[in-house]
């Protein structure tokens, strides 16, 4: 829900804003680069790509992009697909529970058809306020702004603003800005030129303000303030986790249950074993592997015949059999191939 700004807060909705949103899409249109998914306003391309690029950079998601939507061109092929095919498809891009809301998302689209606004599309799995904003405004053209980091970036500095941006204060107060900018014939364009800004000229560590369409009027140049800006966020405290996965192999197949008690790979098909959370890395360890802030230790242990044994007694509990070669159809996660990588002989 959004909360009444203070005044000292409230976005400049003068015709600078205006002049702004014009000067900016004016750069755009001259400077894009010509990214696959700029092609067409087509929703359900647009959409991938916003999905595909959260937390992976646009040079590195081009070719899984093209890969995807060979696989799948339309919602309706997506929707049908196998969800194996579907994580198969989107191996090496992470975070694989994008892939699956991508996929129910994509049987509720076929179902439904596709929503057009903002507060419609954030009704889907996966579909946040940003993914969904940068859809209808760049597939419908709805005059909403966009809030990613490139986004909070360029507006704490381009307004001078020391704001909280990780909470919801500091957020509606940019958000506003971000609105307040779209107000124009072409948020689509208005909303991937803040993106293609952000990447390319105010950028994170050394913004080319020469170059930037905004550098007469951004407050933070002025100011000297612009290297500061955004507030850095406290970082997350890392928690460190051992795990001791138990491989039980039958000819070439490998023991896998479903993810008990892990906080990382939830419901995701994994080896049996003991995890458990401690304060300090441990003395030994064969392998490490890190997933968002969580250091996980792993100490692999090949199960003797009499525990397979007891492993055979609970097939009918939830235990899947996989073929050491199929191992990435069933999760795709890299940890499991670099533990099995690791097996003591
Ligand atoms: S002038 Fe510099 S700091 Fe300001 S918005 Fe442009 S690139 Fe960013």
Not at 61 to 78: G, H, M, N, Q
């Amino acid at each position: 829900m959004k909360r009444n700004l203070p005044k000292k807060d409230r976005p400049d909705t003068s015709p600078n804003t205006a002049a702004m949103s014009d000067a900016l899409t004016s750069w755009y249109l001259e400077n894009r680069r010509p990214l696959p998914w700029r092609a067409s306003q087509d929703p359900y391309r647009i959409w991938i790509s916003e999905i595909m690029l959260q937390q992976t950079t646009v040079q590195a998601v081009i070719p899984y992009y093209e890969r995807f939507l060979k696989a799948f061109p339309t919602v309706k092929d997506l929707a049908q697909a196998p969800l194996e095919k579907v994580l198969e498809m989107w191996s090496g891009l992470g975070y694989y529970s994008r892939a699956r809301n991508l996929h129910k998302a994509a049987q509720l689209f076929a179902e439904k058809g596709f929503p057009k606004t903002a507060a419609e599309l954030t009704e889907f799995p996966g579909l946040g306020p940003y993914t969904s904003r940068a859809v209808s405004s760049i597939a419908f053209e709805e005059k909403v702004g966009v809030l990613d980091g490139n986004v909070i970036r360029i507006l704490s500095r381009v307004h001078n603003l020391a704001v909280e941006h990780w909470k919801p204060a500091g957020r509606d107060v940019l958000q506003t800005h971000a609105d307040a900018l779209a107000q124009v014939d072409k948020p689509s364009d208005l909303n991937q030129a803040m993106m293609e800004l952000g990447a390319t000229v105010c950028t994170t560590h050394s913004p080319t303000c020469l170059l930037c369409p905004w550098k007469t009027s951004c407050k933070s140049l002025e100011a000297n303030t612009h290297q500061t800006l955004p507030l850095k966020k406290p970082r997350a405290e890392g928690e460190i986790w051992v795990w001791q996965p138990e491989i039980m192999m039958q000819k070439n197949r490998v023991a896998l249950v479903q993810n008990p008690d892990m906080p990382f790979l939830k419901g995701q098909w994994v080896f049996p074993g003991k995890i458990s959370r401690v304060k300090k890395k441990p003395e030994t360890f064969d392998l490490k592997h890190g997933i968002t802030h969580h250091d996980i230790y792993i100490q692999i242990k090949k199960a003797s015949a009499k525990e397979r044994q007891k492993l055979d007694v609970q097939t009918a509990k939830g235990v899947q059999w996989c073929e050491v070669g199929s191992l990435s159809s069933v999760n795709p996660s890299i940890l499991l191939k670099k533990v099995l990588s690791h097996l003591p002989s």
